[in-house]
């Protein structure tokens, strides 16, 4: 297995492995890769809908998106078809479905239909938004905690969240589903997010992935947001998700 750093900051490519055939050696080596360049990518990775469910699976238990949970067969799979741009809800810096009480830890998107054209995903490092971050500004947000709406569910998580494998304190707010800070108005929130929100997707803290056929790419939402971008028009374009169902999210200890 090779790992080659994508970035001073974000994303690896993980060569010479099958994911289809991992051992215990090999996913204890994707695992702490995965803790340490919160991103990989992996090329020609022909894996059945059933194989990607599994090594899902090997990560913890899995989450079903909220918003099909009344599929019968296999709700842990998400489908991802273009509806047009007008219809999509990518286009917006986000980590997946942060408003559940327990969101989604490691997503796990594979490309099964890609456009010729367009359709790159970017991803950005949520340790080093914090990192860039004033020394007061940081001790500001430390016991701050924010409300996450959608898909009728609403939570409070705290601001800066800490990585239960790394150790690590990551910003945690993004602009799909955070919505205002607890004890405070939206009017009063949205300027201190907003300002978040552009410092977590700066783009010298970002990775772009421009996707082909059988891409697997997998990346932990507890220390990034990413944004698929929609500008490749109506052309047929078909991913496949799992994630997996994360731990209620722990602050830093002052």
């Known amino acids: 297995m090779k790992i080659e750093p994508l970035t001073v900051h974000i994303g690896a490519q993980i060569k010479e492995v099958d994911l289809a055939e991992l051992d215990e050696a090999a996913l204890a080596e994707i695992k702490a890769a995965l803790w340490q360049h919160q991103v990989l990518v992996f090329r020609n990775q022909t894996l059945s809908r059933d194989a990607h469910l599994d090594l899902g699976r090997c990560f913890g238990e899995l989450h079903a998106h909220p918003a099909l949970v009344d599929r019968s067969e296999h709700p842990e799979e998400l489908i991802i078809k273009n509806r047009g741009k007008t219809k999509t809800v990518t286009e917006v810096w986000h980590s997946d479905v942060s408003c559940d009480p327990r969101p ?3 997503s796990m998107l ?27 500004l940081r001790r500001m947000l430390l016991p701050m905690r924010a409300v996450h709406e959608n898909y009728d569910l609403s939570t409070t998580h705290p601001v800066v969240r800490l990585h239960p494998e790394s150790g690590r304190p990551a910003l945690y707010v993004n602009r799909g589903f955070t919505q205002y800070f607890e004890g405070m108005t939206r009017n009063e929130s949205r300027p201190l997010l907003d300002y978040l929100v552009e410092v977590g997707s700066s783009l010298d803290i970002s990775m772009r992935h421009r996707w082909q056929k059988d891409d697997l790419v997998m990346w932990d939402n507890r220390c990034v ?8 028009g109506d052309a047929p374009r078909e991913m496949r998700r799992v994630t997996v169902r994360g731990e209620v999210p722990v602050g830093v200890t002052q």
């Open 104 to 106: 989604p830890s490691i």
């Open 110 to 136: 594979r490309a099964v239909e890609v456009p010729s054209l367009g359709g790159d995903t970017l991803w950005a490092s949520q340790y080093a938004a914090l990192a860039s971050l004033s020394d007061g």
């Open 225 to 232: 947001m990413h944004y698929a971008v929609h500008d490749y």
